[in-house]
């Protein structure tokens, strides 16, 4: 399968799109005994990370930022992007704290401040990036959630009857996996988080495959120079495929479904994540490109 019905940046604002409308139906259900804590995934800092924290009360819900570190030594939000936090929204107060609220019957203003905030102040590049632990009932709007029966252990390998079954064995698994709903958006794709790896997998319409795929370098110059470049990896490299796709490359990597071996996938995740991180900032350099998480 090549990549020429994926377009990443679509699926990114479809993913926020639909994070922001699962996070609105959320708070207006909020009662005055529950909290909610969206925070940016750990990654490599120990201790307080990012987060907005809601609450509600008298019909009002309240939020209020969090401080954190995103990067060892690295405060977030920085000083210099309270400016920002105000255009977008929020009340910056005389003893620092970053505040909005709203009424529950208007909380799409938090929803989309929410995420404003996530993309802008903490570079939040997509949903799956945020920690699952304070998100399972925001997530779990993202998809019509059936769990198929629990399988034993004679029965891991199992032979799907088309592409619906086996999209809900995988998000079965992914969610066992991760403890948390599939991120999967309209089109079928799913983003999974692997370290600092994004990857998106996709079951092939006759239920034979499950395709991953991972966007290693954006903005390439010299499509002469990244096929000859991409023909020699390819001829290297004991698993994933290399791709140009636009001005991207992606690395691709097929997983057998018929029958559908949990297994599998998970080598298939943990091979691709391998392959990303080892390559993109070479890959970058060579190419004349950025990595995912370079700088634009």
Sequence with gaps: MDLENFDIDSATSSAWMQFTANLAEVLSVMDQSSDL???????????????????????????????????????????????????????????????????????????VLTTATMRQVFDVIHPVFLEPDHLKEVLSGFVSWHTPEQLRPEEVA?????????????????????????LRDPEGDVAIRVGSTMVFLRSTPDAAEVVLFSPLVHDVSGRSRTCEVLNDLNVESRYGRFALHRDRVYVQLSVPAKPFVPAHMDFALKIIAQIADGIDDDLAAKLGGRTTFGPS
């Excluded at 307080?48 to 977030?76: K, N, W, Y």
């Excluded at 939000?77 to 105000?86: G, I, R, T, Y």
């Excluded at 009857?161 to 995988?170: F, S």
């Design 37 to 111: 804590t969206i925070s940016v995934a750990r990654g490599l800092v120990s201790g307080e990370v990012p987060a907005i924290r809601f609450s509600a009360a008298d019909q009002r819900v309240s939020a209020h930022v969090v401080s954190g570190l995103t990067a060892p030594g690295t405060t977030d939000p920085a000083q210099d992007e309270l400016p920002l936090l105000a255009k977008l929204g929020w009340t910056v107060r005389d003893d620092g704290d970053i505040v909005a609220e709203c009424d529950q019957e208007e909380t799409g203003f938090l929803a």
């Design 158 to 182: 199992v032979m799907p009857k088309g592409r619906r079954e086996l999209d809900e064995l995988i998000d079965a698994h992914l969610e066992r996996l991760f403890r948390h709903p599939a």
